[in-house]
C-alpha cells in the first residue's frame, strides 16, 4: 500500500511538473508576440519608393521623381513630408529638397542637378524623419551624372584596380561542428558589381572538400560537414586570373543549425539540427515565424523527443518577408534566417493607344485603366527599351521585399519577374546574402525602445493612433 501511494504521488509529481513546464513556455511565447506586438504598435516601419525617369543624368539638367511612402497597413499615416536628396561618393549632399505627400502617401517631385556639378556616381536618398530612426533602410538608387569635366575612363567600370571579394553567409548564422550546414555566398568587385567565380572549398592543410561556383548575379550555394578545431578556406578564380583564396567563419562546436526548405507554394519546412557540445542546452526550442511584426506561428521542439522539424502554411498570409527565429529555453535567439512569401499578384492596367504619331514631336495619346483598383496612384515612365535596364527596381519589388533589406540590389526587378522555381531560388539566395535586421531581439525582449531622433509631437501622434 505504501508503494502504491508513493508511486502515485510520483506520478502526480510528474504530472505537475509537465503541467508547469508547458505553462511555463506557452508563457514565453505569448510574451515573445506581446513584446513583438508593442513593437509595432510604437514602431511602426515606413517604406519609401522613388521612381526617376532615367539613371543616368547630365548637369544642369532636371530629375523627374515620384515618391510613395507606405506603412504595413496601406499609405502612411505618420509622415507628411518626404525629404530627398543628392549625395556624392563621399557622402555630401548637393542638393535636398523637401514635399509634401498626399492623401495616398505620394508626392510629384523634381529638381535641377547643379551645373557645376562633378562626374561621378551619386545617390539619390529619399525618407521621412521617422525613417532617420532606421537609417540601414532610407531608400537609395544610384545614379550617373555627366558634369562639364566627363572623360570615358571616369565610370566606374572601367576604373582599374576592382578587387574580387567572397563573403560566406552560413544559413541560420553560424557554422556547427559535426552537422550538414548550407553556406551561401557571394562574390563581388571592389564596387559592388557581382563576379562569376568557381572552386572548391578545402581544408587548412589543402584537402578538396567541395566544388562551387557561382549561381546567380555573383551569388551560389553549398553544403558540407565542417569538423570542430579545423579551419577551412575556399580556393576561386574569376575570368582566367590567378587563384585567390578566402576563409570561412569559425566553426562552432555548440549552437543550432537551421536548414529552410521554400520551394513549395503553399509550406515553408524547417530543420532544426545541434552541433554535440552542451547539447541539452538546446533541447527544448522555440521556432516563432512572424511576418510585418506579426507572429503568424509558435512551434515547439523538443530534439530529444525526435522533433527536429517543423512545417509553416503560407496560404492566406499577405506577401512579403517571413522572418523566422529559433530561440532557446530562456528566450534567447539561436539562429535565424528569413524567406520570401510569394502570394502575390499584380493589377494589370488596359492600355489603349488613344493617338499615335511616330512623326518628329508628333503627339501621341495613351489612356490607361484599372477595372479592380480603387483611387489609384499612377506614375508611367516612357523611354526607349534597353535590355539593361530591363530588370531595374521598381515599386513592387521594392515594397515587396527590396526596402527590408540593407545595401545596393543588383537587377532587384528580376527576382519578381515570374514565379518560376529557378527565379524563386534565386530570390532565396538573395535573402540568404543581402544583410538583414531589421530590429534587435534583445531590445525588443527587455522593452528597451530604440533611439527616437525626431520631436516627441510626432512620437505621441504615433502613441494616440495606436490607442
Known amino acids: 500500500m505504501k508503494t502504491k501511494l508513493f508511486s502515485t504521488l510520483k506520478s502526480v509529481a510528474v504530472f505537475t511538473f509537465l503541467l508547469f513546464v508547458a505553462v511555463q513556455t506557452n508563457a514565453q511565447a505569448d510574451l515573445l508576440k506581446k513584446n513583438l506586438d508593442k513593437w509595432r504598435n510604437e514602431y511602426p516601419q515606413e517604406k519609401v519608393y522613388l521612381q526617376t525617369d532615367k539613371s543616368y543624368y547630365v548637369g544642369g539638367e532636371d530629375v523627374w521623381m515620384k515618391a510613395w511612402c507606405t506603412t504595413i497597413d496601406g499609405p502612411t499615416y505618420l509622415s507628411r513630408i518626404i525629404y530627398i536628396d543628392i549625395v556624392d561618393q563621399k557622402g555630401t549632399v548637393v542638393q535636398k529638397k523637401m514635399y509634401q505627400l498626399d492623401s495616398l502617401g505620394s508626392a510629384a517631385a523634381n529638381f535641377s542637378i547643379p551645373g557645376n556639378i562633378l562626374s561621378g556616381n551619386y545617390s539619390i536618398n529619399a525618407y521621412t524623419l521617422w525613417m532617420l530612426n532606421f537609417p540601414a533602410f532610407i531608400f537609395r538608387k544610384n545614379i550617373f551624372i555627366y558634369g562639364n569635366d566627363y572623360k570615358p575612363d571616369a565610370t566606374i567600370a572601367n576604373k582599374p584596380g576592382a578587387k574580387l571579394q567572397l563573403v560566406f553567409f552560413p544559413e541560420g548564422g553560424d557554422l556547427i561542428a559535426g552537422v550538414d550546414n548550407r553556406i551561401a555566398f557571394k562574390a563581388t568587385d571592389s564596387y559592388g558589381y557581382p563576379i562569376t567565380v568557381k572552386g572548391q572549398i578545402e581544408s587548412e592543410d589543402g584537402v578538396k572538400i567541395i566544388d562551387i561556383a557561382t549561381e546567380h548575379n555573383g551569388m551560389g550555394v553549398f553544403e558540407f560537414q565542417p569538423t570542430a578545431g579545423k579551419k577551412y578556406r575556399a580556393a576561386v578564380t ?31 519546412f524547417i530543420v532544426l539540427r545541434r552541433g554535440e557540445k552542451n547539447k541539452d542546452t538546446f533541447n527544448e526550442l522555440k521556432v516563432v515565424t512572424q511576418l510585418n511584426y506579426q507572429v503568424i506561428n509558435t512551434t515547439l521542439l523538443n530534439i530529444d523527443e525526435g522533433q527536429a522539424a517543423a512545417s509553416i502554411s503560407k496560404k492566406g498570409l499577405p506577401p512579403g518577408i517571413l522572418q523566422i527565429t529559433v530561440f532557446d529555453k530562456n528566450n534567447l535567439p539561436v539562429a535565424e534566417r528569413i524567406a520570401f512569401n510569394e502570394n502575390y499578384s499584380f493589377v494589370q492596367p488596359v492600355i489603349k493607344n488613344e493617338l499615335k504619331n511616330l512623326s518628329g514631336k508628333g503627339k501621341n495619346r495613351i489612356s490607361f485603366s484599372f477595372d479592380s483598383t480603387a483611387n489609384p496612384s499612377i506614375s508611367c515612365l516612357v523611354t526607349d527599351y534597353d535590355a539593361s535596364s530591363l530588370y531595374v527596381e521598381n515599386i513592387a519589388s521594392s515594397l515587396l521585399f527590396a526596402a527590408d533589406l540593407k545595401g545596393a540590389i543588383f537587377n532587384e526587378g528580376y527576382y519578381i519577374k515570374d514565379k518560376d522555381p529557378v527565379t524563386l531560388r534565386h530570390l532565396d539566395l538573395l535573402l540568404m546574402t543581402q544583410g538583414w535586421r531589421r530590429f534587435n531581439w534583445k531590445k525588443i525582449n527587455s522593452q528597451e525602445p530604440p533611439c527616437i531622433k525626431i520631436s516627441s509631437r510626432i512620437f505621441n501622434f504615433i502613441q494616440r493612433y495606436n490607442a
Open 238 to 268: 574569376s575570368g582566367g586570373n590567378n587563384k585567390l583564396t578566402f576563409e570561412l567563419p569559425v566553426i562552432k562546436e555548440e549552437g543550432v543549425n537551421l536548414k529552410i526548405n521554400n520551394t513549395n507554394p503553399n509550406r515553408l
